[in-house]
């Protein structure tokens, strides 16, 4: 039987919101931190579909390796691309796979493996499309294709699912580099292919205290464009971990008298920037050090590997603060690794 869904396929999509939706019709997963993927099999056939529709293989050949080796010749599955280091997600590893490179990207497949987190079934070992289903169905259809299909791949994961939104809420108070947050699916709705309407998220947003060690001033003018941040470590070292650069234009005068007293200061000693990011193009590429005097608090979205993934929200500065006290044990409270939460998660009410 041929496959009967082929690329491209829009992916089913999520609304943000700021709480779970709460009732019988829906079905709460973790969300992870890695590459969203549609996998499509057919014989010895193997397209890795990006969200944005663009073909992923090249950069994953471990994860074409291992879905060759599944009995079943036919099928599409959804899911997310990670990979684990020491047991936690490492988005940085991640985006390193994305190089033009094919001896780089082999070279590291093989020293971190991805792994395959699969949340949905698109289509049965049969190779017939399974869009129509309601997600309740294509769930019970995806735990027993995992059953049989994926028992002992331990790079091919089944993504636990509940209805019981105590267990969702779980999943969501655990820090650390495994979660993004949680998602809510309609039961009773088919997939959503390029759409909103069946599934919403919800993210993390955590507050962290930092130290201003840096800042970078605009191309055009000579008022501060971004503060560079710093967390310290056990050892004692202020490593750079990212930047602010939330604050309106009529802020920015006002930011710099505060901040260029204290230039040519000490700035980093441990890990120190590099260029200036890809999200800030219109400041100059050098950086200025400061004496790590100032303190302020920003809103994050997500911390992984050594530094926040987005630019932060400026919040407030903190003169009560003291800068000794603004350590990385704040963005670092992680709880378990990821293959326990794939293997403990998984509550017993879970749909189909």
């Given at each position: 039987m041929a496959l009967e869904i082929k690329p491209p396929l829009l992916p089913m999509e999520a609304r943000p919101?700021?709480?779970?939706?709460?009732?019988?019709?829906?079905?709460?997963?973790?969300?992870?931190?890695?590459?969203?993927?549609?996998?499509?099999?057919?014989?010895?056939?193997?397209?890795?579909?990006?969200?944005s529709g663009q073909p992923l293989a090249r950069y994953f050949p471990d994860i074409v390796a291992r879905i060759t080796q599944i009995r079943a010749k036919q099928f599409v599955i959804d899911g997310e691309i990670v990979i684990p280091i020491a047991g936690?997600?490492?988005?940085?590893?991640?985006?390193?796979r994305v190089h033009p490179a094919a001896s780089r990207v082999k070279k590291l497949a093989s020293e971190h493996p991805a792994m395959l987190i699969v949340f949905d079934l698109l289509a049965d070992a049969r190779g017939k499309s399974l869009l129509e289903l309601?997600?309740?169905?294509?769930?019970?259809?995806?735990?027993?294709?995992?059953?049989?299909?994926?028992?002992?791949?331990?790079?091919?994961?089944?993504?636990?699912?509940?209805?019981?939104?105590?267990d969702a809420r779980k999943w969501f108070e655990a820090k650390g580099g495994n979660l993004d947050g949680i998602v809510a699916k309609r039961l009773d709705l088919p997939y959503c292919s390029g759409n909103r309407n069946g599934m919403q998220k919800i993210k993390h947003h955590h507050t962290a205290d930092c130290v201003v060690a840096?800042?970078?001033?605009?191309?055009?003018?000579?008022?501060?464009?971004?503060?560079?941040?710093?967390?310290?470590?056990?050892?004692?070292?202020?490593?750079?971990?990212?930047?602010?650069?939330?604050?309106?234009a009529s802020e920015r005068q006002r930011i710099t008298e505060i901040v260029e007293p204290l230039k040519g200061g000490a700035?980093?000693?441990?890990?120190?920037?590099?260029?200036?990011?890809?999200?800030n193009g219109g400041e100059a590429k050098e950086w200025e050090p400061l004496n790590p005097k100032l303190v302020v608090e920003v809103g994050y979205d997500h911390f992984t590997g050594d530094r926040f993934r987005h630019g932060t929200q400026l919040i407030r500065w903190r003169p009560d603060k003291k800068p000794k006290a603004c350590s990385v044990s704040q963005v670092k409270n992680g709880t378990g690794t990821i293959l326990q939460l794939l293997k403990t998660s998984a509550p017993k009410d879970s749909s189909g």
């Amino acid at each position: 039987m041929a496959l009967e869904i082929k690329p491209p396929l829009l992916p089913m999509e999520a609304r943000p919101v700021a709480e779970p939706p709460i009732g019988v019709e829906w079905q709460y997963e973790p969300k992870w931190d890695g590459f969203r993927c549609l996998i499509f099999r057919d014989d010895q056939d193997v397209y890795l579909q990006s969200k944005s529709g663009q073909p992923l293989a090249r950069y994953f050949p471990d994860i074409v390796a291992r879905i060759t080796q599944i009995r079943a010749k036919q099928f599409v599955i959804d899911g997310e691309i990670v990979i684990p280091i020491a047991g936690r997600l490492s988005f940085d590893d991640l985006l390193m796979r994305v190089h033009p490179a094919a001896s780089r990207v082999k070279k590291l497949a093989s020293e971190h493996p991805a792994m395959l987190i699969v949340f949905d079934l698109l289509a049965d070992a049969r190779g017939k499309s399974l869009l129509e289903l309601p997600l309740k169905s294509r769930r019970a259809k995806l735990e027993k294709f995992a059953e049989t299909q994926l028992l002992t791949d331990s790079a091919i994961q089944l993504s636990p699912a509940t209805t019981n939104i105590a267990d969702a809420r779980k999943w969501f108070e655990a820090k650390g580099g495994n979660l993004d947050g949680i998602v809510a699916k309609r039961l009773d709705l088919p997939y959503c292919s390029g759409n909103r309407n069946g599934m919403q998220k919800i993210k993390h947003h955590h507050t962290a205290d930092c130290v201003v060690a840096g800042f970078r001033y605009l191309k055009e003018q000579r008022v501060v464009g971004s503060l560079l941040l710093g967390l310290y470590d056990s050892e004692g070292r202020l490593n750079h971990v990212g930047f602010t650069s939330s604050f309106k234009a009529s802020e920015r005068q006002r930011i710099t008298e505060i901040v260029e007293p204290l230039k040519g200061g000490a700035g980093f000693n441990g890990r120190s920037p590099g260029g200036p990011s890809r999200w800030n193009g219109g400041e100059a590429k050098e950086w200025e050090p400061l004496n790590p005097k100032l303190v302020v608090e920003v809103g994050y979205d997500h911390f992984t590997g050594d530094r926040f993934r987005h630019g932060t929200q400026l919040i407030r500065w903190r003169p009560d603060k003291k800068p000794k006290a603004c350590s990385v044990s704040q963005v670092k409270n992680g709880t378990g690794t990821i293959l326990q939460l794939l293997k403990t998660s998984a509550p017993k009410d879970s749909s189909g």
